[in-house]
């Protein structure tokens, strides 16, 4: 994750903002880092947005978050812990702390869309069947 309100970009650098200027204050943007951070849009990307690019790298454009339609509304307790996460993750170094604030990051954004716990696994890439060489066989 990355957030930095002071900080010069000099090299293949793209932000992100609302239309409305007077809604780009540093917690809301927060919230939407929250989202495009997320395994839910990467899957969406992938899945929806730009299906023939399959496993390769992607540089996810503006034209692809268009398609994606990010929450409305994120209220009251849900707001505030996200908040409360993101800002934790922000002043964290990578490692295995940060990956789990990650993780609990991505578990209140699968809430804010309703995803089921199925769901969730076909977007982590471990809903896919695994069929070993004996079912296989069987089946032949």
């Known amino acids: 994750m990355f957030y930095d309100e002071s900080t010069y970009a000099s090299n293949n650098f793209f932000s992100l903002q609302y239309k409305d200027y007077d809604q780009n204050i540093s917690a809301k943007l927060k919230l939407v880092l929250a989202v495009i951070q997320s395994p839910l849009l990467n899957y969406f990307v992938r899945t929806f947005a730009c ?77 896919k069947r695994k069929v070993s060489h004996a079912e296989d066989s069987e089946q032949n």
């Open 51 to 127: 299906p023939r690019i399959g496993s390769t790298f992607i540089e996810t454009k503006i034209l692809h978050l268009l398609k994606f339609r990010a929450p409305s509304d994120i209220l009251g307790a849900t707001k505030a812990h996200l908040e409360k996460l993101v800002e934790k993750r922000l002043g964290m170094e990578a490692g295995a702390k940060a990956e789990a604030v990650e993780r609990e990051i991505d578990q209140v954004v699968y809430g804010l869309y309703g995803l089921t716990d199925q769901e969730i696994k076909i977007v982590e890439g471990s809903g």
